[in-house]
């Protein structure tokens, strides 16, 4: 079963290539707010304005460790959206393929005259 | 290489329901605007604002034929977004399963614990 909701909030964290370049760095380990913002210029807050994003999707996880807080990933909504696009695109994908063959059948079709 | 910028508009434009529910539409082939908004109860001009949407991101390609517009699928893009998850996601699976086997080696660890 597909959770629109969640697609939603999968793919809108994925549209923003700071957020992305977020799960990209925590692929590599978790890493404090500091740790994510250092690299980037970026200022704590906005820093963790992203990361509110994220872990909003269920694609990362928070977890204060003393006076700091510790991202890491949390993958598993990933899948959804990955198994969401596959899907589709195979679907897509066959077709597309059986409207090209059909084409290439058709006299005067693009398919024969290329 | 990996172009952010069409990455930003194809997630942004998969983070909507509606728009999902286009892209599914128009995988059993092309449409009018007329006939993407009907099933939903959605006015044209709104049904439009979204089709616009998924027509930047290049996910959607339309064609004046005669006094209506009609849609089809543009689905290039999805390849490189369906591209960057897949990667990042077998990258972080490789770890993740590095991560599960190093703590199962642990004296203590909630590997050998459970």
Same mark, same amino acid.
């Given at each position: ?6 697609? &939603? $909030? ?19 380990? /978790? ?9 980037? =210029?970026?200022?704590?807050? =906005? ?8 872990? &909003? ?8 460790? %003393?006076?700091? $807080? ?6 598993? /909504? ?14 897509? %994908?066959?077709?597309?393929? =059986?409207? &090209? ?5 058709? /006299? %005067?079709?693009?398919?024969? &005259?290329?």
């Amino acid at each position: 079963m597909v959770h629109q909701h969640v697609l &939603d $909030r999968v793919f809108a964290s994925l549209a923003d290539p700071t957020r992305r370049g977020i799960l990209i760095r925590l692929g590599d380990g /978790p890493a404090t707010i500091g740790e994510l913002a250092e690299p980037t =210029g970026m200022s704590l807050t =906005g820093m963790k304005k992203h990361v509110r994003v994220l872990e &909003d999707a269920g694609l990362v996880v928070t977890e204060k460790v %003393g006076r700091t $807080r510790q991202c890491r990933l949390g993958v598993a /909504p990933l899948d959804e959206a990955m198994a969401w696009i596959s899907f589709h695109q195979r679907l897509w %994908g066959r077709r597309l393929d =059986g409207l &090209d063959a059909y084409l290439t059948l058709q /006299p %005067g079709s693009k398919g024969q &005259d290329s």
